[in-house]
């Protein structure tokens, strides 16, 4: 086996979801599912990685609580390599807590990730020579601005990077340094935000791409829900793509870290644009049909299996 892998920078959650039986009432108690999963965005890109049976490390923030034993222990055993990370005493380690409703779309959402302040750029200092092996590095927008800013003008000198601006929020805080990206995967509204440049059809995402990619971007991959992916590049070649609607969604909350790592595996794996689009389209079919955030059963025989179906 080849001894390259892919980086990821990034959060590392314990993910608790509760969906609604039925329309949600406000200021009222629910009756509902509960579950408890393992998440963060870039650890849960690097999962997926890691099911498709590709090498790649984390460098995230650990509590010394359940938590964050739970969050090793498990990514651990699903492939991650989870040696590099930060263990930080008297700290809780990131929970994210998600209310779905009845259909399975996120209502709301809340987060505790504020142990994540503890990636500094030293520590990235400290870990440097995993970007010398790193065929891409991928991180999630949570991070100090910084630190963002040396992942983006230092590490980007060792190998790709490639981002998910994950929030509206989160991509005001990426647009400085948005141009030293390699590929991006935003949405419609942060394609909106990092490019400057207001949206309203088709053709003024084409010119928020080309803005972005006057700026340096090389590829970008527009993610659509049902309507799928619209993808442009540097050279201008744009493509537009979707597969057959999930008809029964069970959980859309890990729809896009997997739409992100079918990006990356094609990319390492050198497959040509369409298949890149149809392996990530098919991989965020493959997270909305698990009530996990990662489908534990994701594979390339089931990603075949989702692709003949169109």
């Known amino acids: 086996m080849s001894d390259k892998y ?16 039925r329309q949600l009432i406000m200021k009222d108690s629910n009756p ?32 010394n609580d359940l938590y964050g034993k739970m969050i090793e222990d498990y990514s651990t055993k699903a492939g991650i390599d989870m040696s590099n990370c930060l263990h930080v005493d008297g700290c809780s380690s990131s929970t994210y807590l998600a209310i779905l409703n009845d ?25 440097k020579d995993l970007f ?29 990077v490639f981002c998910d601006p994950v929030s509206s929020a989160y991509a005001e805080r990426l647009k400085p340094y948005v141009g030293h990206v390699h590929t991006l995967k935003p949405n419609e509204m942060e394609l909106a935000i990092l490019s400057g440049h207001e949206i309203n059809n088709d053709f003024d995402m084409i010119q928020a791409c080309r803005v972005l990619t006057e700026k340096g971007v090389k590829r970008i991959f527009v993610s ?17 793509k979707h597969l057959k609607p999930v008809e029964n969604m069970v959980n859309a909350s890990g729809a896009g870290d997997s739409f992100m790592a079918g990006i990356i595996y094609s990319s390492v794996n050198d497959f040509d644009i369409e ?6 389209l098919a991989c965020g079919i493959a997270a909305i049909n698990s009530e ?8 390339i025989d089931m990603i075949e299996k989702i692709l003949e179906r169109g």
């Open 32 to 63: 509902g599912f509960m579950h408890v999963s393992i998440g963060g965005v870039t650890r849960n890109v690097l999962e997926n990685i890691a099911r498709l049976k590709h090498p790649c490390k984390l460098i995230s923030a650990l509590g």
């Open 275 to 280: 298949k890149t689009i149809s392996y990530a």
């Open 132 to 160: 010398r092996n790193a065929e891409v590095i991928t991180f999630d927008p949570c991070l100090r601005e910084e630190v963002i800013e040396y992942i983006c003008t230092e590490a980007s000198k060792y190998a790709p």
């Open 292 to 299: 996990m955030t990662i489908n534990p059963d994701l594979g």
């Open 6 to 21: 892919v980086l990821g920078i990034g959060a590392a959650n314990v993910d608790i979801t509760g969906k609604s039986r």
């Open 224 to 240: 659509r829900g049902s309507k799928g992916c619209m993808y442009y590049n540097h050279d201008g070649q744009l493509l537009f």
């Open 103 to 127: 259909n399975g779309d996120m209502h709301l959402a809340l987060s505790d990730m504020h142990i994540i302040d503890n990636i500094t750029i030293d520590v990235l200092e400290q870990r």
